[in-house]
């Protein structure tokens, strides 16, 4: 005779044992309509799939270069949930009921074969989701799963990702938890050639006010062809703790035969940040892919080269970027076309921004995210002939190489007004205006 207490409570923990997949989901739940259109509100029955505009499953991937490894992100979030889990499949689009390159299972990701077993999968089409330990119970906000995917073949054509990914509630049944669906489409990259260069096609960034003089933490803007056949910025997931990358698919910069650290990478454009150590006078700066590396660019290096951010120059007069504790910019009223403005008043605390400011205490190397309060020394701020004191001028604290100096603005005439900066006695060589009122 069965004991129908014990059945009872086998029966009321049923939809625990089927729904509740932290060991992955089944197969074709990514909501592929090549795979029936299934996604996981099949299980987590709460709502419909992408019903819940508060949160989003996103693919982050880049074309790709046949044949070759990249990391695949998917990224889930939601600002209620608790617990995580996704799937992954990646299709031709010629015919998308073919599997396209391979994915590889890690110790929080498992392969899934389809219609059965696991990677490797041979040429049958294959299904990346959650092990236990990365579903992350208790963490809240966004969870960023991390998949290696081997591209196809050359000729292999534009290639299809399809996501799920479900922002749980940690509840340990199918109710309360948000599923989402995306897709993206990547595109076989160019073929990759050594990149080319000009002997002066590297400049301090730009909108900090160019120039050829660097220093360690500054930034620079290398301008050529072929540097890279991908284009991306950086990301959290290239940082290794509060340190920056060295290197973005593929990409390169050493500064005086020292590494830089790479923010951005495209066919066209290089933006990187100078390390430490590249000591004073003539360095050469050089871009390598996997395909070579550049001529030298000549730079020049110093111990400090700041540079003020700046809107473009309208004639002869160029305006500083500084913002008011209310959130607008100091300029004339309605001068911003996109944003609030108006023009700073004495006592008032402006906020400037710059880079090149050079070593601070306590230091910070190259390549760090700021944390503190990192400072220059003897900051200096001018408008017109007036001093301004300077309440804080060091690394802004969250960002890497990137200066803030908060000044209090003197008792000067209303209208345009000169603006200069230095630090420690190396002025910024911009000729830069900013706006009083009254």
Known sequence: MFNRFFWSAVLSALPLLLFARSGGAPIRRTGAAIDGGQDCSACHRTSAANSDSRGFVRINAVNYTPGQRQTIRVQVFHPEASRWGFQLTARLASNENNKAGTLTPNSLVQVNCDPSGNAPCGNDREFATHLAPATTQGASGLATFSVEWTAPAEGSGDVVLYAA????????????????????????????????????????????????????????????????????????????????????????????????????????????????????GSVNVVVTN?????????????????????????????????????????????????????????????????????????????????????????????????????????????????????????????????????????ATPQTLTTVIGN
């Open 290 to 426: 996997a395909a070579g590396a550049s001529s030298n660019i000549q730079m020049t290096a110093a111990p400090r080269s700041p540079g003020l951010l700046a809107f473009p120059a309208s004639g002869a007069r160029q305006l500083a970027v500084a913002l008011l504790p209310d959130g607008a910019f100091v300029a004339r009223t309605g001068e911003i076309a996109t944003s609030p403005s108006r023009p700073a008043r004495p006592g008032e605390t402006i906020t400037l921004y710059l880079i090149g400011g050079g070593a601070t205490t306590p230091p910070t190397p190259a390549g760090s995210v700021a944390a503190g309060t990192p400072t220059v020394p003897n900051p200096q701020v001018r408008f017109g002939e007036a001093p301004a004191t300077v309440s804080y001028a060091g690394l802004a604290p969250g960002a890497v190489g990137l200066y803030q100096f908060n000044v209090v603005v003197p008792n000067v005439a209303p209208g345009d007004t000169r603006l200069s900066l230095s630090i420690d006695g190396t």
């Open 165 to 280: 990914g479900n922002a749980a509630d940690n509840g340990g049944s199918n109710a309360g938890d948000r599923i989402y669906t995306t897709s993206l489409r990547l595109s076989p990259a160019p073929a990759l050639s050594r990149p080319t260069v000009s002997s002066d096609g590297a400049i301090a960034v730009g909108a900090f006010g160019g120039g050829r003089t660097i220093s360690p933490g500054s930034w620079i803007e290398i301008f050529g062809t072929s540097l890279s056949n991908i284009t991306r910025e950086w990301a959290t997931w290239d940082f290794t703790g509060s340190n920056a990358p060295r290197s973005l698919e593929g990409v390169s910069v050493t500064v005086g035969g020292r590494d830089a650290f790479i923010r951005y990478v495209s066919p066209g454009q290089v933006n990187a940040q100078v390390p430490d150590g590249i000591g004073s």
